[in-house]
C-alpha cells in the first residue's frame, strides 16, 4: 500500500441541512443528484456517450476515473452549527458497488494531506479492505468541545444569531463546521457505472450519493432484446438507437440522435 500513490483524490463533503421544503436532507458537496432527463439508465448512457452534460460530470456527483488510476475518496462529515436542535451530527456507512476500498484512516476535523497529524492517522501498511466504510462524528459544537475550531468552519454568519429554517436575514445563511473525516482508496480496475452512496437508506433517498465511472465503452452490451426488468423493453436497445447504433454498435447516418 506504501507504493500505491494515488494518481487522483476526490472529496465527497456530507452535508446536513434543511431543504427549502423544511426537510433535513444530505447533499454530497452541496448538489444534489440528479437522474438523468431522458428518464434512462446511467449505464447505457455512459457506454454510449449520451449522458446530460457528460461523462464527468461533479456538479451532478458523477466522476470518471481513469481505468487502472489509484483514486483516494475522502469523505467529510459536515454539520451546520446554527440549528438550535443540533447537538450531533448523523453517522453514515458508506457502501460501493463494484469494487472493495481500502479503508486508510479517520479522524476529526476536514481532511489534510499536508497535515502530519492527519497523516499520522493513516494505515498504509495493512488497511483492512471491505465495500462498506464508516463516516463519523468527532465532537460536538453544542453542549461539548468541538475537536474542529471555529475558524474551520467552511462558511458563514455569525454563531449568535437567533436563526430560523431557511432564514433570509443577514447572518442567517448556512454555515457549516467539519466533523470528521474517513480516507477510502480504490484502484479504477472494474468498467462499469457503480453507484457510491450511504447505506442508511434514508440518507441514500435523500441525495447521500454518487457515481463511480470507470471506463464505461469497455462493458459487454446486454444480448440483443433482452429487458432490464420484467415486462420492460430492452433500455439498452432503446439508448443505442438513439445514439445512432446498430445492435452490433455501428454507428447509423454518421452522427447520434437527438433524444426524444
Known amino acids: 500500500m506504501k507504493d500505491l500513490e494515488p494518481d487522483q483524490t476526490i472529496y465527497f463533503e456530507n452535508y446536513q441541512r434543511y431543504n427549502q421544503q423544511g426537510y433535513m436532507s444530505w447533499p454530497v458537496n452541496l448538489h444534489e443528484f440528479k437522474h438523468d432527463p431522458t428518464g434512462l439508465p446511467l449505464l447505457p448512457l455512459a457506454k454510449y456517450g449520451m449522458m446530460t452534460g457528460g461523462t464527468n460530470n461533479p456538479g451532478e456527483n458523477k ?64 488497511p483492512a479492505k471491505s465495500d462498506m466504510g464508516g463516516l463519523y462524528q468527532f465532537g460536538t459544537y453544542f453542549g461539548g468541545t468541538p475537536l474542529a475550531s471555529v475558524e474551520n468552519i467552511t462558511a458563514g454568519p455569525n454563531l449568535t444569531a437567533n436563526c430560523e429554517i431557511n432564514d433570509p436575514r443577514e447572518g442567517c445563511k448556512y454555515q457549516y463546521a467539519p466533523m470528521g473525516w474517513t480516507v477510502l482508496r480504490i484502484k479504477a480496475e472494474n468498467p462499469g457505472v457503480w453507484a457510491f452512496h450511504c447505506h442508511v437508506l434514508w440518507h441514500y433517498l435523500l441525495n447521500l450519493k454518487a457515481f463511480i465511472i470507470i471506463a ?45
Open 63 to 126: 466522476y470518471l476515473l481513469k481505468k487502472g488510476d489509484v483514486v483516494d475518496l475522502v469523505l467529510v462529515n459536515h454539520a451546520e452549527t446554527w440549528l438550535p436542535e443540533l447537538g450531533t451530527v448523523d453517522q453514515h456507512i458508506w457502501h460501493l458497488h463494484g469494487m472493495k476500498f481500502w479503508i486508510l484512516g479517520y479522524g476529526p476535523g476536514r481532511f489534510n494531506r499536508t497535515d502530519p497529524a492527519h497523516q499520522a492517522l493513516l494505515n498504509l501498511n495493512n
Open 216 to 260: 464505461p465503452e469497455e462493458v459487454p452490451d446486454m444480448p440483443e432484446g433482452m429487458p432490464l426488468t420484467c415486462g420492460s423493453p430492452n433500455l439498452w436497445d432503446i439508448v443505442r438507437g438513439q445514439a445512432g447504433l446498430t445492435a452490433n454498435n455501428t454507428r447509423l447516418e454518421g452522427q447520434f440522435k437527438t433524444l426524444a
